[in-house]
């Protein structure tokens, strides 16, 4: 993990692995699109954006990057849609988190491979920074990723908090990337029939956001190559072309689960309950199951998007779902 001011080359100082103990488990969840949810308060003064942690897959170095975090009211207009009020607020109380509010950080991934500088979603860019989010360039310097190094740039899914920070000032934030974008994904979004729909505003976004690439992308769909030692997993229902990615070197491996599940109690202890922002509720819990049945079984270790800063972790089977185990040294050793 680095300090503020270190570059990428400068990993696993003792104070580093003292402060991956103990991440920042923060009574945090998700907003999947990055909008404001019911009760949203924006508090700048609570985002803790910028931040980043790093560690060794094999060969490869993989940090990741704080957005930023975002503060919500009424965690059961969000998580647990299908549940009563008071079942939310007995399973967040058990696990020693407010049942009043919660939460909500951002996560982009960088995968260095030595030859290839790859970024796992871009966060919530300039619309995002009023709300104390849209950090990642902030974050991406001081971990010594200039938005000139990254090479290819990976989209798991196209919610705003996602794709947001593609553009900066009116042009590509990452100027010399290619980009690798699910074709489900870019169909459905970029669809006129979305106009005049509850999808429009993401319609909108794409066009904004992801259109002006996508001569310099790659569309790829399940079990794809996107680098080496990179492949792409299908896990649809959160968006219509979600996707998980799992890395590998030299006998290593890491998920990255993105917005699979996207409260690290409310998701991954009930992933049968369903979320607000996921678009086929059905399709979301069974891909829930299908990848961290896989993350747990294997015993990987993972990122998430929405996890706990700065949230790598694991997951055990737990009862009716898993239990998610923040990592500490592990990844150093």
Do not use: C
């Not at 945090?28 to 003064?45: D, L, S, V």
């Not at 990741?64 to 503060?71: M, P, Q, W």
């Not at 059905?282 to 199951?289: I, L």
């Not at 694991?314 to 990592?327: S, T």
């Amino acid at each position: 993990m680095h300090g503020f001011s270190l570059g990428r080359r400068a990993l696993f100082a003792a104070t580093a692995i003292g402060a991956l103990a103990t991440p920042m488990i923060m009574k945090r969840a998700a907003f999947a699109q990055g909008a404001a949810g019911p009760g949203t308060k924006e508090t700048p003064k609570a985002t803790p954006g910028g931040k980043s942690s790093s560690f060794k897959l094999g060969d490869f170095t993989v940090t990741a990057i704080s957005d930023g975090l975002r503060i919500a009211d009424k965690p059961n207009e969000t998580f647990g849609i299908d549940q009563s009020p008071e079942a939310v607020a007995a399973l967040l109380d058990k696990n020693f988190l407010p049942t009043d509010r919660f939460a909500n950080g951002f996560s982009p991934v960088v995968v260095d491979t030595g030859s290839e500088v790859v970024l796992f979603d871009t966060g919530n860019g300039e619309a995002g920074r009023a709300a104390g989010t849209g950090m990642l360039l902030e974050g991406l310097r001081a971990a010594g990723y200039p938005p000139e190094s990254f090479t290819l740039v990976v989209l798991t899914h196209m919610h705003g908090d996602h794709i947001n920070g593609l553009m900066e000032g009116g042009k590509p934030a990452f100027p010399n990337a290619r980009y690798v974008m699910g074709e489900t994904e870019l169909a459905f979004w970029k669809d006129p029939a979305r106009v005049g729909s509850p999808a429009e505003g993401g319609h909108k976004a794409v066009l904004k956001n992801v259109v002006p690439l996508v001569e310099k992308a790659t569309l790829i769909g399940d079990a794809a190559d996107v680098a080496s030692g990179i492949s792409a997993i299908a896990a649809f229902g959160h968006s219509p072309g979600h996707m998980v990615f799992r890395v590998s070197s030299q006998g290593k491996d890491l998920m990255l689960t993105a917005d699979t599940a996207n409260h690290y109690v409310l998701s991954l202890q009930q992933p049968d309950w369903q979320v607000r922002f996921d678009m086929d509720k059905e399709k979301a819990a069974a891909s829930r199951r299908k990848v961290f049945d896989m993350v747990a079984s294997e015993r990987l270790p993972f990122i998430g998007y929405h996890m706990p800063f700065p949230a790598v972790g694991y997951v055990e089977k737990l009862d009716a779902g898993y239990r998610f185990v923040p990592a500490s040294y592990q990844l150093y050793l």
